[in-house]
């Protein structure tokens, strides 16, 4: 079971760039990770690959049934149903091991976008593809379900491509792993750490052929300028122009000297030290380095000079028909940095809801990143990017390039990457300079890099926030103390805790 591309160019209908350009891949049977920054066309290349895009020029070939698993959680997947009616040995095995509940086909939207990423990803393994695409299935997922996600993708046998910004899946399961980047693609073997490792050594050393390349450059272009110089010289004494009529021995001289070709040797040197300049050239060229983006300012946010951003008294909130949620009185301070923590389906994004019309802060200094964006608010935050004035246009692109996209590639897009959504929205509070950033699993649908990058942001922003995250190092990095939902019987309730 194999998928091949050839030669693949496509570009998306409002870009005028192509996003590929004579792309070809070749990928055989186990786990293969293709890994990229936001926008680089993950998602757009398991697509062709899936035979969802049609390609401008070049083929897909494919041996057996592709299955393709977005990213995204908005609709419910296709055979849901019959997925959840199925008495089979397979869909039994996989709605036990995801820890799927039988009436979940029918309440999709009352379900948790990590509840959603389960059955999705279990429909899609159910359908017994023979090529799986899967589009960050880590997604939304708490510790135990992570748990269910590894055992059920250990078990796929056929041939896998897996984009995801969790580095202990991509090691567990890759034994090939794909960079995509603005140069072409990079094929390494092994988990995500050896061919990071490997990938590493490469940059390295293509850096160091750069500098010899450059100097030895510098050297030639010297003397090649020296050469040219002498050839000028030659030339001129080949020319008789300034000889008196009568010299007759000067004339003879020249004449000799332009038989014998000893004049032209300068002439010679001087068009093969261009050729070797040309060569040098063209080798510089041809060592592509992979951009690297530094964050080098404090996320610009500010200190509310009020007492409390939130002064909430004890309540509860309706989970469904038979669930609640209770919460003690909360309050939450102008510097503090809250982490909200507990499994998928415990209610963590229905209590950010109710807690946002209860907050002591004016709209334009609150930061909200919500958990998902669906497409309608995807095209109205676009909207919302392009009509900023120049100005504020300026600092919004310094810190979406400091997160690893290209502003504008962003511009062109219509619809741009999830990832590339939640930067855009991102900047956009952040330039405003806020009192509170609330985030709602921030780290989904950013590539490795920009998590790093925006772990390092937030840590030298003065701002107070309120995190919800399974990432438990971005959450250890960020904030102090945490409001934990624990479950007491069929109900939840939350706790106050010391510990992230």
Known sequence: MTLRLHHLTFTHANSSTPLFEDLSLHVSAGWTGLIGPNGSGKTSLLELAAGVLKADSGSVEREGFPVFCAQRTDAPPDDQRSFAEAVDAEASRLRRLLHIESDWHERWESLSHGERKRLQIAVALWKNPDILLIDEPTNHLDRDSLDFLHQALHGFTGTGILVTHDRHLLDSLCQVCIFLEPGGIRRYPGSYTQAREQKQRDEVSVKRERVRLKHELGRLDKEAKSRQHEARRADSRKSKRHLDRHDSDGRGRIGLAIVTGKDGVAGKLASQMQARIQRCQTDLATLQVTPEYQLQFRLPGSISSRNHLLHLEAGQIALGPERTLSFPRLIMGTRDRIALVGP????????????????????????????????????????????????????????????????????????????EIRKVLLALGIAREPHLIIMDEPTNHLDLNAIELLEQALQGCPSAMLLISHDRRFLQNLTVSSWRIVSTGTDQQLVFDNEV
């Open 344 to 419: 998928n389906g415990s209610g963590k994004s229905l209590l950010l809801s109710h807690l946002i019309p209860h907050l002591n802060v004016d709209h334009e200094r609150l930061v909200y990143l919500p958990q998902e964006i669906s497409l309608d608010r995807s095209r109205a935050v676009m909207q919302e990017l392009r009509a900023q004035p120049r100005q504020q246009l300026g600092t919004i692109f310094s810190i979406i390039s400091c997160l690893g996209s290209r502003p504008e590639r962003l511009l062109e897009s219509e619809q741009a990457s999830p990832g």
